[in-house]
Nanobody, 124 residues
């Protein structure tokens, strides 16, 4: 059973940056796609970014395109989310997730393992 542990969240002013990390257990990390999702209070969990097994292909939600960058280091079993030009509307709990196939998608139900989440708060 894979375990995913997010870190790097915190409080930042609008326009600032944060880098989230997600460390995965297990020896099959490099075979599977990974994604980042977020959930704001009173809202459904939404897709943010996804990356395929090798890191060569990425996909983003329109709301974060050109501001956020997803990447992965398969040697370290870690996926990252670099968040720049943060806005108050980016405030949410951010979750990483694994899809047990090679290609990332934006559908929440395609992911079968989730971390516990890390809080990101952007002040105006």
């Amino acid at each position: 059973q894979v375990q995913l542990v997010e870190s790097g969240g915190g409080l930042v002013q609008a326009g600032g940056s944060l880098r989230l990390s997600c460390a995965a257990s297990g020896r099959t990390f490099g075979s599977y796609a990974m994604g980042w999702f977020r959930q704001a209070p009173g809202k459904e969990r939404e897709f943010v970014a996804g990356i395929n097994w090798s890191g060569a292909s990425t996909v983003y939600a329109d709301s974060v395109k050109d501001r956020f960058t997803i990447s992965r280091d398969n040697a370290k079993n870690t996926v990252y989310l670099q968040m720049n030009s943060l806005k108050p509307e980016d405030t949410a709990v951010y979750y990483c997730a694994r899809r047990k196939l090679a290609r990332a998608t934006f559908r929440r139900d395609d992911y079968d393992a989730w971390g516990q989440g890390t809080q990101v708060t952007v002040s105006s």
